[in-house]
């Protein structure tokens, strides 16, 4: 029974995160992903987010939040824009150049966001964020 269990997850198309596999009623529980190494992390909105969608010719990740906003970054989590802002959008080329980017960010991020979301957002690592983290860190070692 649990060889065959065993093979039909074998022959699955893709690979389930979790099989549970019953052999005289004891449940088995392995675990079949391989997680990649975490690249960077930010974050995209305040609110949950309802949608993500990376168009690949770009390379830009589009995010869309319960809040009505839609964002885009580029594969690295740097800010490009979002719908609806009162700047005009260009057509976006087949390359994105991080180094034409505005650091600018949404305000709301701006006013809520961590360091280290700051940091990648912005595409640099300012020194009012090095400041920051410097006193955070000092500030919860204290006794």
């Not at 060889?3 to 074998?10: G, I």
């Not at 022959?11 to 088995?28: K, V």
């Not at 976006?92 to 360091?115: F, M, Q, Y």
């Amino acid at each position: 029974m649990k060889n065959q269990s065993e093979q039909k997850l074998r022959d699955h198309m893709g690979t389930p995160r979790i099989a549970a596999l019953n052999q005289d009623r004891a449940s088995f529980l392995m675990n079949t992903v391989i997680y990649p190494q975490l690249l960077t992390a930010y974050r995209a909105h305040l609110r949950p987010i309802t949608s993500i969608c990376y168009a690949n010719d770009r390379e830009i990740v589009i995010t869309s939040s319960i809040d009505c906003t839609i964002r885009l970054f580029t594969l690295t989590g740097r800010y490009i824009g979002f719908m609806g802002q009162s700047v005009s959008w260009g057509p976006l080329s087949s390359t994105i150049s991080l180094k034409d980017l505005p650091k600018r960010l949404p305000e709301d991020i701006r006013r809520k966001g961590s360091a280290t979301t700051l940091e990648t957002l912005r595409g640099d690592i300012g020194k009012r964020w090095k400041l920051l983290k410097h006193t955070v860190v000092a500030w919860t070692s204290l006794p």
